[in-house]
C-alpha cells in the first residue's frame, strides 16, 4: 500500500481518472483510510468525480467491513447515497458498518430503502432507524422510471416525491431508464435534476456496462448520450472508445474527445485494439489523430503484431 501512496504523491498529474479509481478500491478494499482519503482530496478530481468515486468506494469499504474507511469516505462527502451500502451491511451481518451509516443517514437526514424481510435486523441495532426508511411514494417513483410511466413519474415529481439516487442494489433511475429503452423518463429526469452518477453500479468484473455513456451508445440513443456528454457523464473513456469502435459509431468517437494514449490494463492502446479486431475506419482515424504505430502493450507487442496478416487493416502497418 505504500508503493501506491508515493505512486499517487508523486505522479498525480500523470494518472488518469481510471488508474486513480484503481488505486481508489484497493485502499478501500483493503482498510486503508489515510490513502483513501488522500486519494479523494486529489484536486485533479474536483466534486464530481470524487463523489461518485467515493460511492463506488463505499461498497467496496462496506463489503469488507472496514467501518474506518466507511467514516473517511462519508467525512469527504456526507452527502453520498446510502441504499445499497445499508442493505449490503445488514444482509452480511456488519454491525459496525451499519452504525456508522445509521449515524450519518441521521446526521445529513438521510434516508434509504429497505426490504421488509431486513428490518427486523435493522430494529434489533438501532430501535428508531425505521424514521430513516424512504416512503412508499419513493419507492413507486423508482418502479415508475423502470417500467416507463412518465406520466405517473411526472405525477410524483410535481408532488415533491424525492428523486432516490438509487435502489437496494445500486442501480442509479437514469441507468435503469437509459438500459430500459425509456427515453422520455430520461429527459424527464435529466431536466428534473436527478442526481447523476458516472456509471449506475459496480460490478469489478464488468464495471462499464454499467457507465452511461458506453450504455448509451449501445442503444443507440445519440440524443441521450450529447446530454450526457454535456454534463460531464463520462467515467471509462477507454471501453467508451472501444464500444463506439464496436458498434461503428465514427461520429460518436470522435466527439468523445479521445485520448490516443489511454490504455486498458494490458498496456493496449485504441491502436492496438482497432488493428487486433481489424476496424479499419477506426484504425485510420486514430492514426490520423497521432496514434502511435510503435506503442508497445506490457507483452512488448505493436499494433502491428496484434493485427491478421489478413486483416485489412494490416496494410495501414506496411509503410
Known amino acids: ?138 419507492q413507486q417513483l423508482i418502479h415508475a422510471c423502470a417500467d416507463g410511466d412518465c406520466k405517473k413519474l411526472e405525477r410524483l415529481i410535481q408532488a415533491k416525491v424525492p428523486i432516490p439516487p438509487e435502489n437496494t442494489n445500486g442501480l442509479t433511475p437514469l441507468w435503469t431508464a437509459i438500459c430500459n429503452g425509456h427515453d422520455e423518463i430520461v429527459r424527464v429526469l435529466l431536466k428534473s435534476a436527478a442526481p447523476i452518477y458516472l456509471i449506475g453500479r459496480f460490478d469489478p468484473q464488468s464495471a462499464f456496462d454499467y457507465d452511461l455513456v458506453c450504455l448509451a451508445i449501445k442503444r443507440n440513443q445519440p440524443d441521450i448520450l450529447q446530454t450526457l456528454l454535456e454534463k460531464g457523464v463520462l467515467f471509462f473513456n477507454f471501453e467508451a472508445s472501444t464500444t463506439a469502435i464496436i458498434y461503428h459509431e465514427m461520429d460518436v468517437l470522435k466527439s468523445l474527445n479521445v485520448n490516443i494514449y489511454d490504455t486498458d490494463d494490458y498496456g493496449n492502446t485504441l491502436l492496438h485494439f482497432t488493428a487486433e479486431e481489424d476496424y479499419l475506419e477506426a484504425a485510420k482515424f486514430l492514426l490520423s489523430a497521432g496514434a502511435s504505430k510503435t506503442a508497445r502493450n506490457i507483452y512488448g507487442q505493436t499494433p502491428a503484431q496484434l493485427a491478421h496478416y489478413r486483416s485489412r487493416v494490416v496494410k495501414l502497418f506496411q509503410d
Open 1 to 138: 500500500m505504500s508503493e501506491i501512496f508515493s505512486l499517487i504523491l508523486e505522479n498525480t498529474s500523470r494518472l488518469d481518472y481510471r488508474k486513480i479509481f484503481d488505486c481508489l478500491l484497493v485502499a478501500a478494499g483493503n482498510g486503508s483510510a489515510e490513502i483513501s482519503r488522500v486519494i479523494l482530496t486529489l484536486s485533479v478530481l474536483g466534486s464530481g468525480w470524487g463523489e461518485s468515486f467515493a460511492r463506488l468506494a463505499l461498497w467496496d469499504a462496506c463489503s469488507e467491513c472496514h467501518d474506518e474507511v466507511v467514516r473517511c469516505l462519508l467525512d469527504i462527502h456526507p452527502e453520498l447515497p446510502l441504499e445499497c451500502a445499508v442493505n449490503l451491511s445488514i444482509e452480511t451481518n456488519k454491525i459496525s458498518v451499519m452504525k456508522v451509516l445509521i449515524e450519518n443517514a441521521r446526521r445529513q437526514r438521510k434516508r434509504f430503502f429497505l426490504s421488509e424481510a431486513l428490518q427486523p435486523i435493522l430494529h434489533s441495532v438501532d430501535k428508531r432507524a425505521f424514521e430513516l426508511i424512504r416512503s412508499p411514494e419513493e
